[in-house]
């Protein structure tokens, strides 16, 4: 069974920085693109950035010069450098990854989220 882990949420005055991980555990076979969205109270869920398993990343115009996406095929772990933060990027950050595991082939999965809370 295949589990995403995130971690890394807190709060952060505005202007900060943090740094979430997803870690993927289970019986993986590969990892294609991996991606963070968020979800504010009384919004729809938003993509903030995704990476190719190649290492290629897209960002939402929102988060651009401001946020990294990176990954660690090795450690089956993705990260999400936030920096600047502004009280706008709050809300609760999902990691999003397309794995092929043993007996379900390949498919999307989700981690439980993490929270951030950014204080003006």
């Known amino acids: 069974q295949v589990q995403l882990v995130e971690s890394g949420g807190g709060l952060v005055q505005a202007g900060g920085s943090l740094r979430l991980s997803c870690a993927a555990s289970?019986?993986?076979?590969?990892?294609?693109?991996m991606g963070w969205y968020r979800q504010a109270p009384g919004k729809q869920r938003e993509l903030v950035a995704s990476?190719?398993?190649?290492?290629?990343?897209n960002y939402a115009d929102s988060v651009k010069g401001r946020f990294t996406i990176s990954r660690d095929n090795a450690k089956n772990t993705g990260y999400l450098q936030m920096n600047g933060l502004k009280p706008e990027d709050a809300g609760v950050y999902y990691c999003?990854?397309?794995?092929?595991?043993?007996?379900?082939?390949?498919?999307?999965?989700w981690g439980q989220g993490t929270q951030v809370t950014v204080s003006s």
């Open positions: 999003n990854a397309k794995i092929a595991s043993g007996g379900l082939g390949s498919r999307y999965y």
């Open positions: 990476i190719t398993n190649g290492g290629s990343p």
């Open positions: 289970g019986s993986i076979f590969s990892i294609n693109a």
